[in-house]
């Protein structure tokens, strides 16, 4: 172990930033400036300290004893740095979307949103490099704390709602359950020897020692640690908040499932497994293999669920929740195999997911269309966007040269390894995997084939979202929308079905219950006043109609500042009188040039898409030459070290 203040800067770089954030708010351009240099200096910090991470070496920084004997301590070890590591890159493309996001939309706030965003980056680094529970507990609640402001970011009353319950979930339930973990752990480990609550690579000794002794108490003591960290997570039932979480702006969505809190209820668990109890204490109190039986039906819920979701966000929302399952359901496999995939399919999933929702903000702020069932023909439109959307659910569903087909080949073999050498049960979880593949696929398709091969005025229907299994040929969307017309000179027979189409796009949307009920908060936000909180705010591509004064238009939303260079006059009509699906007329095609120049969105947005798509890639195509795989080798193999699993 070196002594190294570096892991204290990398936590504390995006802390100042925060204040320099605040004293710039009347200065756009320097506030945001202040972001990106601290994002890039967070990311250099961690990126120094990889080499020696990869020799061996770990950098540890102690401010001194906290509380009963236990020091605070921020150690970056190979675990830490692999988390520091992605959610560092990933803050400097987050915060490059935010601006062409933010300010796209005109959103009120974005000083506390910033403000917020690097506050949280902050509680991040503290999880990844707090080395024993007390620390990881402190910056795992102020990571909620940090956030909530992201997530009621809106101030409707969804948004404070959803606020709340991401508070009562993630806060007060996951890290009550967390802090009392802790201090059992810390109770038992002093009935066989001195107290500690310190990660040790392959579990804490008197662990061990006490499992041979009373196995139920460590039992319970894991119980408590896995579940409050898996609340962050997403296991089913304690996924709530997560749907719930999505009226908060997209990068915010992207924060939550890809960069930092989801990830840190993952990395949690993950930490609990290999450092606190070690695989084998897991293993042999059968606390794995109930976690990862756990995941395993959380994974195939969620995906089921997923199928069921019209609105985008909502259906990725979903895919979060059984795609970090596979994480936690790979941790219970025990073997090298199994945990080397568990550990890649956090980079893996990040860039991927990081991906799908920064395309499902650049359809908003271009199109304001939302549903999936409002999307046909939107990719002769948005083609690059739609394309790397593609590509990226490609990834989540296992397709092979991108990234999350490698996470999950390695958790399959790991899935058979165990089934041979332990237990029957790990061939149902490799199963589990295999058809959670097979559903990632039936969501994600439809998406893609709308966008692509369907045409605004004649597409189906969507099955299981609009009508029953099977569903019917015939646009859903009115006529002034770039639905099917109805030809008035049509004979009475065909009154019932220009009836059906007649109809207030409002009612258009689901209703599963079959009778009016309080509003599930899993579907789509209502409306206020016609339309959705965060469309309230009109795009800065909006350009005043012909013949309008130019006093009547917002000065600032069509300067160079806010549009990044980008001609708005591309999008003519498309943000003109309505909100979701086609305009009028249909989709504007891109000509490949066009296409190929951007000009589909601003290069603020477009940047970052094409710059996760393409890490999710080459994760996928060069694995070994990742150095996510490379720290991952080195964790798997430290804590396996002395146990009779070997590759």
């Not at 296991?235 to 890809?258: D, F, K, R, Y």
């Not at 092979?400 to 399959?412: E, R």
């Amino acid at each position: 172990m070196i002594d190294d203040p570096r892991p204290l800067y990398a936590v504390l770089v995006s802390f100042a930033a925060m204040f320099g954030i605040f004293a710039t708010h009347r200065r756009p351009n320097v506030r945001e400036a202040v972001t990106i240099v601290a994002a890039v200096a967070k990311f250099g910090i961690v990126a120094s300290m990889v080499p020696g991470v990869l020799d061996g070496e770990t950098y540890v920084f102690s401010a001194g004893e906290f509380v009963a004997g236990i020091e605070f301590v921020l150690r970056a070890d190979s675990l830490g740095t692999l988390f520091a590591m992605l959610a560092s890159l990933l803050w400097i493309i987050t915060s490059f979307y935010s601006i062409g996001y933010m300010r796209g939309l005109e959103e009120h706030g974005q000083t506390r949103y910033f403000a917020s965003f690097a506050a949280s980056l902050s509680a991040t680094m503290g999880i990844a490099f707090a080395g024993n529970l007390v620390t990881i507990f402190l910056f795992y609640e102020l990571l909620s704390v940090a956030t909530y402001p992201l997530v009621a970011h809106d101030e409707t009353d969804e948004a404070r709602s959803a606020g709340r319950k991401y508070l009562a979930y993630t806060m007060f339930g996951g890290g009550v359950l967390v802090l009392a973990g802790t201090v059992m752990v810390y109770w038992l480990t002093t009935l066989v020897g001195t107290g500690t609550v310190t990660f040790t690579a392959g579990g804490i000794e008197q662990l061990a020692t006490m499992a041979n002794e009373d196995e139920t108490l460590v039992q319970i003591a894991y119980l408590l640690l896995a579940v409050g960290f898996g609340v962050k997570a997403g296991l089913m039932p304690l996924h709530q908040w997560l749907p719930v979480a999505m009226v908060a702006p997209t990068p915010v969505s992207g924060l939550l499932h890809a960069v930092a809190v989801v990830k840190s209820g993952a990395f949690g668990v993950a930490r609990v497994t290999l450092y606190v109890f070690g695989p084998e204490v897991a293993y042999q109190i059968g606390m794995g293999l109930l976690i990862s039986s756990l995941a395993a039906f959380t994974l195939l819920a969620a995906s089921f669920i997923a199928l069921r979701k019209d609105h985008l966000k909502q259906r990725l929302a979903y895919s979060t929740v059984s795609q970090l399952s596979y994480i936690v359901l790979g941790l219970g496999l025990f073997g090298w195999h199994g945990l080397v995939g568990a550990l890649l399919h956090i980079p893996a999933h990040a860039f991927m997911k990081l991906t799908l929702f920064f395309c499902a903000g650049a359809i908003h702020v271009e199109t304001h269309t939302d549903h999936i069932s409002k999307m046909a023909g939107i990719g002769k439109r948005m083609p690059v966007t739609l394309g790397c959307f593609a590509l990226a659910a490609a990834g989540m569903a296992g397709i092979p040269l991108i990234a999350g087909f490698v996470s999950k080949y390695y958790m399959v073999i790991g899935g058979v390894q165990m089934g041979i050498a332990y237990t029957p049960i790990a061939y149902y979880l490799a199963g589990a995997l295999l058809i959670s593949g097979v559903l990632n696929v039936a969501y994600f398709w439809p998406v893609v084939y709308t966008a692509f091969f369907e045409a605004e005025d004649d597409h189906d229907a969507k099955p299981l979202v609009d009508y029953a299994p099977g569903g019917e040929r015939r646009s859903v969307l009115p006529e002034t929308d770039g639905g099917s017309p109805i030809d008035d000179a049509e004979d009475d027979a065909d009154d019932d079905v220009e009836d059906d189409i007649d109809v207030d796009p409002a009612d258009l949307q689901p209703d599963f219950s079959g009778e009016s009920v309080e509003r599930d908060y899993s579907q789509p936000a209502p409306r206020v006043e016609g339309e959705y909180a965060v469309d309230q705010n009109p795009s800065d591509h909006t350009m005043p109609e012909e013949g309008e004064a130019d006093g009547d238009a917002d000065d600032e939303s069509v300067t160079d500042e806010t549009t990044d260079g980008h001609d708005p006059a591309v999008h003519d009509h498309e943000h003109d009188d309505h909100h979701e699906g086609p305009p009028a007329g249909g989709w504007q095609r891109l000509s490949p040039r066009e296409a190929l120049a951007g000009t589909e969105t601003t290069w603020f947005m477009l940047g970052p898409i094409v710059a996760a798509v393409t890490g999710a890639i080459l994760l996928g195509i060069v694995p070994s030459e990742a150095v996510f795989l490379d720290l991952i080798e080195v964790i798997v193999d430290n804590v396996l070290a002395g146990t009779e699993v070997a590759r």
